[in-house]
C-alpha cells in the first residue's frame, strides 16, 4: 500500500527559502476528458468543480510534479501532456506561468502516469520557479505558504497530492503544512469513494478553534489567508518549540516502569525507557530517542519512520500517538477510538480542529496521521476517474 509518507517519494519539492468570496452561482464543473491517450500513458479523466463561491475565471489550477519514466520534475500541460520544466520557462518576471485557468468552457485535463501535486489559486497566479538541482537537472521551487519571503505568501491557494501509475491511483487532500482552500475529492473505479469534505460553515470552525487557543493562535495568516501547521510554526518563530516537553517528559516517566506495546503488521514489540534514556523495543526495533517538540510535529528527527517494515511502523504509530496524546491513557498502541485523540492539554490542536470539521473525521493535520485509517486519503486499482471540488468557505 502507498501511503503519504511514501506518496511523493519521487517529488523533489524545492521551495523558496522555504478569504476572498465572490457572488456565489451555479459552480460550472470542468470536464478533463481523455485528451491524449496516445502520449500519455494512463490518462486520467479528471473533473474540476469549483464551489469555491468565486467566479470559475478567479481559479487556476496546476499539475506538477515528477516524471516516472525519467525521474524528472514536469507539468500537466491543458491537453494532458507530461512536459519537463526548463529554466527558459521563466518568462513571467523570472517566474513560470504553468497555470491552467478555468472558466473558458472548453479546459480539458487529463492525469497521466506522475506523482505530484494539484494546486488550486485564487484570484492571482502562483509563482513557480524553474531551478537547476544539484545534479544538473530541472526542478522546480514550490510555493511554501509558512515563508513569508515566499513570493506565494499572499496568494490564497492549497493542493491535493497523488501518485498515478499503473498500479492504481493514490490521492489525499493535505492539511499537513498548512489549511487555506477546502477541498473534496472522489476517486471512482472498483468503486466510489470519497474524502476530505467539510462540514458547512467548516473552513471558518478550523479558523475560530485555532483562533481561541492563544498558543496556536499566531498560526493564522494575515486576515484568515490560512493557518499553518505547528511544525513551520517552530521553525518560524509563532510557536514553542518546548510546547510537547512537558508530555514527553510524563511518557518517558511512565514508559521507565511500565511496558508500551506496539502492534504493527510485522508483530507486537515491546519497549521500555532504558538506562541510556531511549525507549528501546524488542524484536530488533531501533531504539527511540526522547523525541523533541518539533519531532512530534514533523514525525522527524527522533521519530523518522525508516522504510524497513520494522522500525518504520513503530515509529509511525509513536508519531501519531505523540500527536494525537494517546500514549498516558493507553500502554496499548495504535489507539483506535477517535474519541480518546487530543484530550490531554497538551496535544495537536491545529490537527484536533481539523478533523471535527470534517464530514467523515478524516484529515491529514500531520504526517502520520494515516496510523489507523484517520487520513484524507483514498486508493484504486482500477481508477476510471477522478474529481477535485472547490468547496464552500
Same mark, same amino acid.
Given at each position: 500500500?502507498?501511503?503519504?509518507?511514501s506518496?511523493l517519494?519521487?517529488l523533489?519539492l524545492?521551495a523558496?527559502?522555504?478569504?476572498?468570496l465572490?457572488a456565489a452561482? /451555479?459552480a460550472r464543473p #470542468?470536464r478533463?476528458d481523455?485528451a491524449?491517450? !496516445?502520449t500519455?500513458?494512463?490518462?486520467?479523466?479528471v473533473t474540476?468543480? $469549483?464551489?469555491?463561491? *468565486?467566479?470559475?475565471?478567479?481559479?487556476?489550477?496546476y499539475?506538477?510534479g515528477?516524471d516516472?519514466?525519467?525521474?524528472e520534475?514536469?507539468r #500537466?500541460a491543458?491537453d494532458?501532456?507530461?512536459?519537463?520544466v526548463?529554466?527558459?520557462?521563466?518568462?513571467?518576471?523570472g517566474f513560470?506561468d504553468?497555470?491552467?485557468?478555468?472558466?473558458?468552457?472548453? !479546459?480539458?485535463?487529463?492525469l497521466?502516469?506522475?506523482?505530484?501535486?494539484i &494546486?488550486f489559486a485564487?484570484?492571482?497566479?502562483? *509563482?513557480?520557479?524553474?531551478v537547476?538541482?544539484?545534479?544538473g537537472r530541472?526542478?522546480?521551487?514550490y510555493p511554501a505558504?509558512w515563508?513569508?519571503?515566499?513570493?506565494n505568501y499572499?496568494v490564497?491557494?492549497d493542493?491535493v497530492e497523488f501518485?498515478?501509475d499503473?498500479s492504481?491511483?493514490? /490521492?489525499n487532500?493535505?492539511m499537513v503544512?498548512?489549511f487555506?482552500?477546502p477541498?473534496a475529492?472522489r476517486?471512482?473505479g472498483e468503486?466510489e469513494?470519497?474524502?476530505?469534505a467539510?462540514?458547512e460553515?467548516?473552513?471558518?470552525?478550523?479558523?475560530d478553534?485555532? @483562533?481561541a487557543?492563544?498558543?496556536?493562535?499566531p498560526? %493564522?495568516v494575515?486576515?484568515?489567508?490560512?493557518?499553518?501547521?505547528?511544525?513551520?510554526g517552530?521553525?518560524?518563530g509563532?510557536?514553542?518549540e518546548t510546547? &510537547?516537553?512537558?508530555? #514527553?517528559?510524563?511518557v518517558? @516517566?511512565r514508559?521507565t516502569a511500565a511496558?508500551l506495546?506496539?502492534?504493527? $503488521?510485522?508483530?507486537?514489540?515491546?519497549g521500555?525507557?532504558?538506562?541510556s534514556g531511549?525507549?528501546?523495543?524488542?524484536g530488533?526495533?531501533?531504539?527511540?530517542?526522547?523525541?523533541s517538540?518539533?519531532?512530534?510535529?514533523?514525525c522527524d528527527?527522533a521519530l523518522?519512520?525508516p $522504510?524497513?517494515?520494522?522500525?518504520?511502523p513503530?515509529?509511525?504509530?509513536?508519531g501519531?500517538a505523540?500527536? *494525537?496524546?494517546?500514549?498516558?491513557? +493507553?500502554?496499548d498502541q495504535?489507539t483506535?477510538?477517535?474519541a480518546?485523540?487530543?484530550?490531554?492539554? %497538551?496535544?495537536?490542536? &491545529?490537527? *484536533?480542529a481539523?478533523h471535527? $470539521?470534517?464530514?467523515?473525521?478524516?484529515?491529514y493535520g500531520? +504526517?502520520?496521521?494515516d496510523?489507523?485509517?484517520?487520513a484524507?486519503?483514498?486508493?484504486?486499482h482500477?481508477?476510471?476517474?477522478?474529481? #477535485?471540488t472547490? !468547496?464552500?468557505f
Open positions: 500500500m502507498i501511503d503519504r509518507r506518496l517519494g519521487g523533489s524545492a523558496v527559502g522555504v478569504p476572498l465572490g452561482g /451555479c #470542468v478533463a481523455l491524449s491517450a !496516445t500519455s500513458p494512463g490518462a486520467l479523466p474540476i468543480t $469549483n464551489n469555491s463561491g *468565486r467566479p470559475d475565471s478567479a481559479v487556476r489550477v499539475i506538477v515528477t516516472p519514466s525519467t525521474g520534475q514536469a #500537466v491543458p494532458g501532456t507530461l512536459v519537463p526548463r529554466e527558459a520557462d521563466n518568462v513571467d518576471d513560470t504553468y497555470s491552467i485557468p478555468l472558466g473558458d468552457g472548453g !479546459t480539458e485535463l487529463s497521466p502516469f506522475m506523482s505530484g501535486r &494546486y485564487l484570484d492571482a497566479r502562483l *509563482r513557480f520557479k524553474a537547476v538541482d544539484g545534479a530541472s526542478a522546480l521551487q505558504g515563508v513569508p519571503s515566499d513570493p499572499e490564497l491557494h493542493s501518485t498515478h499503473d492504481g491511483m493514490y /490521492c487532500t493535505s503544512d498548512q487555506s482552500v477541498l475529492i476517486l471512482t468503486r469513494q470519497a474524502t476530505g467539510l462540514k460553515g467548516g473552513r471558518a470552525a478550523v479558523f478553534a485555532v @483562533e487557543d492563544p498558543d496556536y493562535s498560526l %493564522v494575515g486576515d484568515r489567508l490560512r493557518v499553518i501547521a505547528p511544525g513551520h517552530i521553525d518560524g509563532l510557536f514553542s510546547f &510537547y516537553d512537558s508530555y #514527553v517528559d510524563q518517558w @516517566e514508559y511496558d506495546r506496539v502492534t504493527t $503488521n510485522a508483530g507486537t514489540f515491546t521500555r525507557v532504558d538506562g531511549r525507549l528501546a523495543f524488542d530488533g526495533v531501533a531504539p527511540v530517542a526522547r523525541p517538540t518539533r519531532d512530534v510535529f514533523f528527527g523518522a519512520a $522504510n524497513d517494515g520494522l522500525t518504520g513503530v515509529a509511525a504509530i509513536l501519531a505523540f500527536n *494525537r496524546s494517546t500514549l498516558l491513557d +493507553a500502554a495504535p483506535s477510538d477517535p480518546a485523540f487530543y484530550r490531554h492539554p %497538551v496535544t495537536n490542536a &491545529y490537527s *484536533r481539523l471535527e $470539521n470534517t464530514e467523515d473525521g478524516r484529515a500531520f +504526517a502520520f496521521d496510523v489507523g485509517d484517520f484524507s486519503y483514498i486508493q484504486d482500477a481508477p476510471t476517474s477522478f474529481a #477535485v472547490l !468547496t464552500p
